[in-house]
């Protein structure tokens, strides 16, 4: 596994979790298999490897229970990285697996980490894309609705996982063709490929 500076201090955080969770229930705690979706699955499958950019841990599955929610946000704190550092806040948030699948398709996912209490599957990079089509979809339809926009990033993961992968533009269009609602989001990610930049991102709008 290779790991970044920043994705080290997340493991290092997680590792610290996952030691005060084990002692505090004295072994006996059931295992937390978590989902991981986001810029840590992306950190782990080696797309994402730019140490500036922090991150969270995204699953997808239920909340945690107030007692470990206040723990997390405790190692969180002392690590630096924040409160909330592991949530469930992606699309729909404390969504199922299956919800989630009903509305990006089937995710696949590989397992990456095991610890004594928790153990981390990582999605494959070619659900991420589809994703991050949804994500910059969804925002492409409130920016027309003159909402900020807001998932700037994901553009570039797109174009990470478009290198990665060894994907071109019309490879993208197949992945996410039956997902996307907005004619828009397609036009910007080609334009973003060749440019580095479009014009929802210089102005917010469209």
Known sequence: MVMNSESSVLIRALE????RLYKLYKGKIATIELNVVGGFALMM?????DPSEITD???IGESFNSDIKKIIDEVGVKHNIGKGWINNDVLLDGSSLEDLEFIVGKLN???KLELKVFKINICRPEDIVRMKLIAIDTSVMTVSKHEDFSRERDFYDIKRLMDFLNWNLQDIKNEGEDYVMMPETFTLIEEFIKTGKNKLIETGKI
């Open 45 to 49: 499958n080696n797309v994402r490897i």
């Open 109 to 111: 996912f590989k397992k």
């Open 57 to 59: 841990i995204d699953y």
């Open 16 to 19: 610290d979790l996952d030691e």
